[in-house]
């Protein structure tokens, strides 16, 4: 009988020697950032942001590494002392269960660079890189914030999305070094969702939003229940405010086209973070007439989701909520675009960005001024990037007729080449 136990015990310390050896090859091919992007995808990484990331990828590589040569200890231990096979079989499945968070947030990474896989993508996700970083920095800096570096990747959906820097992967003690935003292919060239995921890191960085839920609340006061359903929401408000001071009417009709499905417009999720798609587009809309005054495209817009999409076919108790939302929605808009920043001293974030900068008024001065040198001109990159998306957006929203041409006009400027640092 001890002999049949001693030969078990051999053999199940023999297989747990096996399994080890498997997983812990597998985890050192992780040592090869190639192993998860193209070498011609990280080159297109600027070096302020793809040198984080490296780092934390041998970080978490190396520290796996480091559990696997401990589990083996464990191993050898047990074969000394059959009592340590339970301590060494806890070992092995500790093992696995690291190695599959550490390859899932390897694998996320590498995705990530390595969506850049031709030229013309390449550019187009680092000349977004830089944008994404210019539309964080004003706000930022005046906060005395660190600016994150960017990671932008293109996916399938249709909404963008962000992983914010400073949070936690799956891999224990792993922090994301930079941001990581998505953006979906049919808006890859009309990317004001950059600035709607840009907006999701400067508010957490600066405490916008308990500031922005207040001032909802405060401005639904008087009724409990528009209170109750909107100030829920304040997080992804805040972020649809911060692309609207960056593109303007542009942030607004593309939100629609992601929102405006006929399925889902009116829908209310349990526990969804997004407002109502039909209320979302009705608040941005608002804030195009709060700024830039009660007529324009945003009129129409409004006027044909609202006949498009009719309330009346909806619950009678959320057709209700809708009606009292949209008759408080201007004093909804005023209050988000006047909601205080803590990290700016209490000011609204638009003593920063200043919506009258991307006004349909102030793109069409920046586009008789820039001519056609606006398209081509390095200095007009750098300078007025992010008002020529606004533009550029601006311009397909407004004339349907004409919008191919707005779609090639950008994607040709989006495509040149960046210089990379």
């Known amino acids: 009988m001890t002999s049949t136990a001693h030969i078990d015990d051999a053999l199940v310390v023999a297989d747990l020697e096996r399994q080890l050896a498997h997983w812990l090859a597998a985890a050192r091919t992780f040592r090869d950032a190639e192993e998860f992007a193209s070498l011609e995808a990280w080159r297109s990484v600027e070096r302020d942001t793809g040198a984080p990331l490296r780092r934390q990828m041998h970080a978490t590589v190396e520290e796996l590494i480091a559990l696997g040569n401990a589990t083996a200890a464990l191993i050898q231990a047990a074969h000394r002392d059959p009592s340590r ?35 013309v993508l390449r550019a187009a996700l680092t000349n977004l890189d830089r944008l994404a970083v210019a539309s964080m920095a004003p706000v930022l800096q005046r906060a005395n914030k660190p600016v994150p570096r960017v990671l932008v990747y293109q996916d399938k959906g249709t909404g963008a999305s962000i992983l914010r820097a400073g949070v936690r992967l799956w891999a224990p003690g792993a922090i994301m070094p930079v941001a990581a935003i998505k953006i979906v292919r049919h808006n890859l060239y009309r990317p004001t969702s950059l600035f709607h995921e ?136 005023a209050a988000c675009l006047s909601a205080p920043v803590p990290a700016l001293g209490g000011k609204p974030m638009t003593d920063i960005l200043d919506p009258q900068r991307v006004s349909p008024t102030a793109l069409a001065e920046l586009e008789r001024t820039g001519g056609p040198a606006l ?26 007729d004409t919008a191919p041409a707005w779609i090639d006009r950008a994607r040709a400027w989006l495509t040149t080449e960046a210089r990379v640092a």
């Open 198 to 333: 840009t907006g999701h890191q400067v508010a957490f960085l600066t405490g916008w939003v308990p500031s922005v839920r207040d001032a909802i609340s405060r401005a639904l006061a008087g009724d409990a229940e528009l209170q109750a359903m909107w100030t829920p929401w304040a997080s992804e408000i805040a972020a649809d405010v911060y692309a609207f001071l960056h593109t303007g009417y542009a942030s607004v009709a593309a939100l629609y086209d992601v929102v405006g499905d006929v399925n889902t417009i009116l829908r209310w999720p349990v526990g969804d973070p997004h407002p109502i798609g039909w209320l979302r587009t009705a608040l941005g809309c608002a804030f195009s007439a709060q700024c830039y005054g009660r007529q324009g495209p945003w009129t129409k817009l409004l006027r044909a989701m609202q006949a498009r999409h009719p309330t009346h076919g909806v619950d009678p108790t959320l057709q209700g909520l809708l009606v009292r939302s949209t008759k408080a929605m201007p004093a909804i808009a």
């Open 85 to 119: 096979i339970p301590h060494a079989s806890a070992g092995v499945q500790r093992f696995r269960r690291r190695y599959q968070q550490v390859d899932t947030t390897l694998d996320f990474l590498g995705d990530a660079v390595n969506s850049r896989t031709s030229p």
């Open 375 to 400: 398209w081509s001109s390095l200095h007009w990159r750098r300078s007025e990037g992010i008002r020529l998306i606004a533009l550029a957006g601006l311009r397909e929203a407004e004339h349907p």
